[in-house]
């Protein structure tokens, strides 16, 4: 059984104690393959450093995070850019618009997320969307650059059935599948029952949004099995099944 984190922070500083022992104690899960979303410049050094030494199950991302978008954005995305030429990165991301911490930043928001949407498509990469009490302005630019090579997911979906239906009806997207599943009002869970197998991928997001039971603690990519769990129960298949599907659709969003 192969299970795939497709959104951890392995390297945040939450992990700087016990780093190696989270990432044996992942493997002794089965959880043997690890998408690295990039924040901004500041986690560059550190991710990359971890795909050095894992370079079997680490596999990074580039991209600015909405939240770390600032006046000297395109700066940043030029040096990405040189950085892509040099280094092999498996999607841009995590990128995306969010209104929930600061709504001043969104006109700058919105033009970096299309960028980096176009600089996807040029390189043939996945996105992986950060979408934050932002649904409709992140719908807004995507319906403006789909096509047939526009592809990634759609992070930490928390949405409602007609706003998973739309993502679906891209073509190219899945539904990343975090530990919000596994809160009980949260409403995510009626969501992900009704949709097919074959549009979700799993994450954790860690050391962020820790499942049922752990739930305000630092979350792992451990955890995942518990996620994998739930959603096993939603479907009412086994946890190996769920493991065989997400993990043969993140291949198809990230080709690896």
């Known amino acids: 059984m192969i299970l795939t984190d497709t959104h951890t922070h392995l390297y945040a500083n939450q992990f700087d104690e016990d780093r190696e022992q989270v990432i044996q104690n992942c493997f002794d899960d089965g959880i043997s393959r690890l998408f690295l979303p990039n924040i ?9 450093k971890l795909v050095e030494q894992y370079p079997e199950n680490c596999f990074p991302m580039i991209g600015i995070h909405p939240c770390s978008v600032n006046e000297n954005w395109k700066q940043e995305l030029d040096e990405y850019k040189e950085l892509l030429k040099k280094e092999k990165f498996y999607a841009i991301g995590e990128i995306g618009i969010d209104l929930y911490w600061d709504k001043t930043t969104q006109g700058i928001q919105e033009e970096a997320f299309e960028a980096q949407i176009i600089l996807a498509k040029e390189l043939k990469l996945p996105i992986v969307i950060h979408a934050r009490d932002s649904f409709d302005e992140i719908f807004a630019i995507v319906d403006k650059h789909n096509d047939e090579n526009l592809t990634g997911i759609f992070h930490c979906f928390n949405g409602t059935i007609e706003q998973a239906n739309k993502i679906i009806n891209y073509g190219g997207f899945k539904l990343g599948i975090g530990g919000v599943v596994t809160f009980k009002n949260a ?70």
């Not at 901004?40 to 990359?48: E, F």
């Not at 997001?205 to 039971?213: F, G």
């Open 40 to 48: 901004d410049k500041s986690s560059v050094d550190g991710m990359m």
């Open 187 to 256: 409403g995510v869970d009626k969501v992900v029952k009704q949709i097919p197998l074959e549009h979700l991928v799993l994450e954790t997001d860690s050391p962020y949004l820790a499942p049922h039971p752990n739930r305000g603690k630092r979350n792992e990519s451990t955890y995942l099995t518990l996620i994998a769990q739930k959603v096993a129960d939603l479907h009412e298949v086994s946890l190996e099944e769920i493991a065989n599907v997400t993990t043969s659709n993140s291949k198809e969003v990230f080709g690896i």
